[in-house]
């Protein structure tokens, strides 16, 4: 148990749709990282929140916004969802640095109809 | 720009054999490399990684991993491999994003393991 928690597990929905994907970060950690896994794209980072602020910013597409709220959880809200979308969602923390070990949850999936 | 390549999506051994996955990476500046795990239906776990000092670096599970600046690769070694190691690897190293200091991972595609008895 890596200590970060996501929910939902799975999630499916219709094309068109708004979804929106939950992380607890481990505790005492200050940063959120997002990561999207899907067959043809491998690994992809998407974002980076610290202490609630965005600090980085990777591959995330404009239907796609995320936050991290004065308690440290983060949210990832996906709109306008396309086929395309259907992947695994990763939310990772770590105290923020990048030779930090970040600690991965278990993922939500995303099933999109 | 940086990027990793590993260089075998699969790889199948026998248990009790020695294995070693590879990954090279392409960058001009120091970066820092990491090599993490999947295990099925599962997130992502630090193997071990390399900030500086030693080449040598030993990590969780008896892998160990070398940093080889002039070939620009980082391959991953375990002596006798366990059923248990049955998992998904994955490399990755540290880019620099824009100007203002910020950082992400980079990752490979990954590296299928599979043990069989």
């Known amino acids: 148990d ?12 219709a094309t068109g749709q708004r979804v ?39 591959n995330i597409l404009e239907r796609f916004s995320a936050q991290q709220f004065p ?6 809200n996906l709109s306008s969802l396309e086929l395309g979308d259907s992947a695994l969602y990763f939310c990772a923390s770590s105290t923020g640095r990048i030779t930090d070990t970040q ?7 995303l099933t999109v109809l | 720009a940086q990027s990793v390549t590993q260089l075998d999506s ?5 248990e ?13 500046v120091s970066v820092y490399l990491f090599w993490y795990v999947q295990y099925p239906n599962q997130g992502l776990q630090l193997l071990l990684k390399y900030l500086s000092g030693s080449t040598l670096v030993k990590g969780i599970n008896g892998f160990e991993a070398e940093f080889n600046k002039s070939q620009t690769s980082f391959h991953l070694r375990k002596p006798s491999v ?30 299928k393991l599979t043990v069989n008895p």
């Open chain 1, 71 to 76: 308690d440290l959880h983060s949210e990832l």
């Open chain 2, 82 to 111: 366990h059923i248990s190691d049955t998992a998904e690897y994955f490399c990755a190293v540290s880019k620099r994003i824009g100007t203002g200091g910020s950082e992400k991972l980079v990752f490979g595609k990954g590296t």
């Open chain 1, 20 to 58: 929106t994907l939950r992380c607890s970060p481990r505790s005492g950690d200050l940063s959120v990282y997002w990561y999207q896994q899907s067959l043809d794209q491998g690994l992809q980072f998407l974002i980076q929140y610290y202490n609630g602020e965005e600090r980085a910013k990777g």
């Open chain 1, 103 to 109: 600690y991965f949850g278990p993922g939500t999936r």
């Open chain 1, 2 to 13: 890596s200590g970060v928690t996501q929910t939902p597990k799975h999630l499916i929905t």
């Open chain 2, 16 to 28: 009790e054999a020695p294995v070693e996955l590879r990954c090279n990476y392409s960058s001009s």
């Open chain 2, 10 to 14: 699969q790889v199948p051994v026998f």
